[in-house]
């Protein structure tokens, strides 16, 4: 089972280039987990035809003793098994407590075993790489993180900090830092930017996702562009990237 970590700041396109990761994995022949580790909790919807799924820690504030797989892993577009952590109430509570929830819930349930995944995928919020957010490059969740950014400046200095924050666990063994993925913005000379910027933060540009209308209109209907235009040219992108990613998380990290 290979266990990979996507992170990126808020609103880059993380849960978009994770959720078609995973349809592209199926198409692959892979089994694939998708966990949702972002408070917003909506890491999976357009692999469930648009709809949110109950979260581990709202099902944990209610009846927590009865909680099943049934209830909180829910198979998605392709077989995609499909878990959302949760966040806290507004206000009350910390962001990251949902993933060290969901995470020990899932351990206890014996979730892996039980559904013998070949490939999980961690969405992770990477505003801040603190306490839960940090869980899956620690005590041997991810065995690989991918870095969603673009040419945009506080993207770059989220890459530059999740970078950091891998590099320091990874002292212990935990997790590899394994490239990023440029989510395009149309920035002026994009590429040639964040190959810059990774002089300095290290790694490599894995895959690059063209700018595309396309993934509007999928997300519209509730659906993953691989779902949505499978013979599309983003879709084949998307398809080259879990090649790419899954070759790399066989042989190693940078």
Known sequence: MKKIAIYGKGGIGKSTTTSNLSAALVML?????????????????????????????DLMRGDNDNITLDNIVFEGYGGVLCVEAGGPTPGIGCAGR?????????????????????????DVLGDVVCGGFAMPIRQGYADNVFIVTSGEMMALY???????????????????????????????????????????????????????????????????????????AL?????ELAEKVMQISGGGGY
């Open 158 to 232: 989220a890459a530059s900090n999740i970078a950091q924050a891998i590099r320091n666990f990874g002292s212990r063994g935990y997790a590899r830092y394994s490239g990023v993925i440029l989510n395009s913005r149309n920035v002026a000379n994009e590429i040639e930017v964040v190959q810059k910027a990774l002089e300095e933060i290290g790694g490599s540009i894995v895959s690059v996702i063209p700018r595309d209308g396309i993934v509007q209109s999928a997300e519209n209907d509730g659906k993953t562009v691989i779902e949505f235009s499978r013979d599309s």
């Open 29 to 57: 022949g892979y089994k694939v987990m998708q966990i949702g580790c972002d408070p917003k909790s909506d890491s999976v919807k357009n692999l469930m035809g648009g709809g949110r799924i109950p979260t581990v820690l």
């Open 98 to 122: 949902g993933i060290i929830t969901a995470f020990e819930k899932l351990e206890e349930l014996h979730a892996y075993e039980h559904f013998k995944p070949d490939i999980v995928l961690y």
């Open 235 to 239: 879709a084949k992108c998307y398809i």
